[in-house]
């Protein structure tokens, strides 16, 4: 019998999830193992889509540059709902750095994730087959099968990031609850000779549904729906002729299309694990859930899920957290993937409409998207910049109900802001979280001897028990602020970026999540309250 290979934490599947679940590891030290049962990355292009939230997270983990250099940003949708103009959903309404749906191949997407974890000193082992999973209060046992031989894993920790038909899910008895929605997809990467457009082109009418996406090559990705060819019997092949058959039929004025990168049939389903986390394993990705591909939400939601698992086990294996803060990833992720299930179920019971309902979906469609109002709220929510956990229980009780109205509380996203220290090295918020993790702003308006001294404080208590895991900032509106130290940095709120936009009013304490969410805004000046506070934070 070969010998166990212990690791803190065991990630299984090397996808898009699995690899950001490795270099959110890595970026923090934490001692894992990733192991992928494909020898060789995928090279198809799959998921095309990234949101403006998942650039975010990207930028957090430090990795953005390399993105944005590989792909381009989309503009936005034309939808054709009928009669000759087509409605627009501009993007620039996103509330972010990156307002527009960023197009690159999901195998690109891989790759970058991939290079950087290796360029950091990760690696993903390739060819380890998962042939059994066990798990105790221990933590979890692994048996992977390698060139034949078979290898013992055990870890404190396991990461579920293995897809739809997930081993870990299946040998631990987790339910994968929804139903198959009954339809089929056809898809193809193609070439579009005579068509040039560089924003998502979407056709909806009696015939079926069609979208494209267009590359940063030139070519396209085609995708859609034909009614003609529902309810026949389930085939993964397509051709370019049956492509350009349903192309023909669906569209007005079609296009010819040449040279297939990629052809291919797909079915949908929703479904959900009741819980994202069962005893040590967490679920991730398209382990956790799955839906269809309407919204480009699928890749982003297991991004996401990866960023928001890998600081709380870094916290925990390091002692800073108890193993129950570890919960708050099922209680805050699950809730958002519930929810773009829904939504993406919605959304395809719209799309099959047809006949008067389906003229009825046009006509308000086409009403509706006449309003920038409206056009902005659906920008912003597919770009999952709204996705927040102000709702969780734990979220809930580190509330402070004496902060002004437009404060943000426990669990909003942090947007990104200018802060001003001296004029020569400012700094925006975002790779100011990338560099610290967890930051703690104190707003001590101008000079005031009392906060200075709360702020000293509360810093000596945290740099006793949490060492080096915060870094805690002075804010004041400007002018000369002389401390007796040069511990903690002094932004000055000129902008009053941070009064208008976070809500920080003199003595407030904002304490943010290396996930660039607020883990708790408090008026307390009270440094041993402060720090029984970052106990329930933390708890």
Same mark, same amino acid.
């Given at each position: 019998?070969s010998s166990?290979?212990?690791t803190?934490?065991?990630?299984?599947?090397?996808?898009?999830s699995?690899?950001?679940?490795?270099?959110?590891?890595?970026?923090?030290?934490?001692?894992?193992?990733?192991?992928?049962?494909?020898?060789?990355?995928?090279?198809?292009?799959?998921a095309?889509?990234?949101?403006?939230?998942?650039?975010?997270?990207?930028?957090?983990?430090?990795?953005?540059?390399?993105?944005?250099?590989?792909?381009?940003?989309?503009?936005?949708?034309?939808?054709?709902?009928?009669?000759?103009?087509?409605?627009?959903?501009?993007?620039?309404?996103?509330?972010?750095?990156?307002?527009?749906? =960023?197009?690159?191949?999901?195998?690109?997407?891989?790759?970058?994730l991939?290079?950087?974890?290796?360029?950091?000193?990760?690696?993903v082992?390739?060819?380890?087959?998962?042939?059994?999973?066990l798990?105790?209060?221990?933590?979890?046992?692994?048996?992977?099968?390698?060139?034949?031989?078979?290898?013992?894993?055990?870890?404190?920790?396991?990461?579920?990031?293995?897809?739809?038909?997930?081993?870990?899910?299946?040998?631990?008895?987790?339910?994968?609850?929804?139903?198959?929605?009954?339809f089929?997809? =056809?898809?193809?990467?193609?070439?579009?000779?005579?068509?040039?457009?560089?924003?998502?082109?979407?056709t909806?009418?009696?015939?079926?549904?069609?979208?494209?996406?267009?590359?940063?090559?030139?070519?396209?990705?085609?995708?859609?729906?034909?009614?003609?060819?529902?309810?026949?019997?389930?085939?993964?092949?397509?051709?370019l002729?049956?492509?350009?058959?349903?192309?023909?039929r669906?569209?007005?004025?079609?296009?010819e299309v040449k040279?297939?990168?990629?052809?291919?049939?797909?079915?949908?389903?929703?479904?959900?694990?009741?819980?994202?986390?069962?005893?040590?394993? =967490?679920?991730?990705?398209?382990?956790?859930?799955?839906?269809?591909?309407?919204g480009?939400q699928g890749?982003?939601?297991?991004?996401?899920?990866?960023?928001?698992?890998?600081?709380?086990?870094?916290?925990?294996?390091?002692?800073?957290?108890?193993?129950?803060?570890?919960?708050?990833?099922?209680?805050?992720?699950?809730p958002?993937?519930?929810?773009?299930?829904?939504?993406?179920?919605?959304?395809?019971?719209?799309?099959?409409?047809?006949?008067?309902?389906?003229?009825?979906?046009?006509?308000?469609?086409?009403?509706?998207?006449?309003?920038?109002?409206?056009?902005?709220?659906?920008?912003?929510?597919?770009s999952?910049?709204?996705?927040?956990?102000?709702?969780?229980?734990?979220?809930?009780?580190?509330?402070?109900?004496?902060?002004?109205?437009?404060?943000?509380?426990?669990?909003?996203?942090?947007?990104?802001?200018?802060?001003?220290?001296?004029?020569?090295n400012?700094?925006?918020?975002?790779?100011?979280?990338?560099?610290?993790?967890?930051?703690?702003?104190?707003?001590?308006?101008?000079?005031?001897?009392?906060?200075?001294?709360?702020?000293?404080?509360?810093?000596?208590?945290?740099?006793?028990?949490?060492?080096?895991l915060?870094?805690? =900032?002075?804010?004041?509106?400007?002018?000369?602020?002389?401390?007796?130290?040069?511990?903690?940095?002094?932004?000055?709120?000129?902008?009053?970026?941070?009064?208008?936009?976070?809500?920080?009013e003199?003595?407030?304490?904002?304490?943010?999540?290396?996930?660039?969410?607020?883990?708790?805004?408090?008026?307390?000046?009270?440094?041993?309250?402060?720090?029984?506070?970052?106990?329930?934070?933390?708890?």
């Open positions: 019998m166990v290979i212990e803190d934490v065991l990630i299984i599947g090397a996808g898009p699995g690899l950001m679940a490795a270099n959110e590891l890595q970026k923090r030290e934490v001692d894992f193992i990733c192991l992928e049962k494909k020898a060789e990355p995928s090279d198809l292009s799959k095309l889509g990234i949101q403006a939230r998942t650039l975010e997270m990207f930028e957090l983990l430090g990795i953005h540059k390399s993105f944005l250099k590989k792909g381009y940003p989309g503009p936005g949708a034309k939808l054709h709902l009928g009669g000759e103009k087509p409605s627009l959903v501009e993007l620039y309404h996103i509330k972010s750095r990156y307002p527009y749906l =960023f197009i690159i191949p999901q195998s690109e997407t891989e790759a970058i991939e290079d950087h974890l290796e360029s950091s000193g990760g690696t082992e390739r060819e380890h087959e998962v042939v059994e999973v798990q105790s209060d221990q933590g979890v046992y692994v048996t992977a099968k390698h060139e034949g031989e078979l290898k013992n894993y055990f870890a404190k920790y396991l990461i579920s990031c293995d897809g739809v038909h997930s081993k870990v899910r299946k040998d631990l008895g987790v339910d994968f609850i929804g139903k198959d929605e009954g089929t997809f =056809f898809l193809g990467d193609v070439d579009i000779p005579d068509f040039n457009e560089i924003y998502i082109d979407m909806l009418n009696d015939h079926g549904a069609i979208a494209f996406f267009p590359y940063a090559d030139g070519s396209y990705r085609v995708v859609g729906m034909d009614r003609a060819k529902q309810g026949l019997p389930q085939k993964d092949s397509l051709s002729e049956e492509l350009q058959e349903s192309m023909n669906i569209l007005p004025v079609s296009y040279n297939p990168k990629w052809l291919t049939y797909f079915g949908t389903a929703h479904r959900q694990v009741p819980s994202y986390r069962t005893g040590r394993v =967490f679920f991730v990705g398209d382990a956790a859930h799955i839906h269809n591909p309407l480009g890749m982003n939601l297991g991004l996401q899920d990866a960023s928001n698992l890998g600081w709380k086990l870094d916290a925990v294996l390091k002692g800073y957290a108890k193993d129950s803060f570890l919960n708050s990833y099922h209680e805050e992720r699950s958002i993937g519930a929810d773009i299930l829904k939504e993406t179920s919605t959304m395809l019971k719209i799309i099959n409409l047809d006949g008067i309902e389906g003229k009825i979906r046009n006509w308000t469609g086409k009403a509706a998207l006449t309003q920038s109002w409206i056009e902005g709220i659906v920008a912003n929510r597919l999952h910049v709204y996705n927040e956990y102000t709702k969780t229980a734990g979220n809930k009780a580190l509330r402070d109900f004496s902060l002004s109205r437009g404060a943000l509380q426990a669990g909003k996203r942090i947007p990104d802001h200018l802060l001003f220290f001296d004029g020569t400012d700094e925006r918020l975002y790779p100011l979280i990338q560099k610290h993790g967890y930051l703690c702003f104190i707003y001590i308006d101008a000079q005031n001897q009392e906060l200075i001294d709360y702020a000293y404080a509360f810093y000596e208590k945290v740099k006793e028990k949490y060492a080096n915060f870094k805690i =900032f002075l804010v004041a509106k400007g002018g000369t602020v002389r401390t007796d130290g040069d511990e903690l940095p002094i932004i000055y709120d000129v902008h009053r970026d941070l009064k208008k936009g976070l809500g920080m003199k003595g407030n304490t904002l304490i943010i999540r290396p996930d660039g969410h607020v883990a708790f805004h408090e008026t307390s000046t009270d440094a041993e309250a402060m720090m029984d506070k970052l106990a329930r934070f933390f708890s």
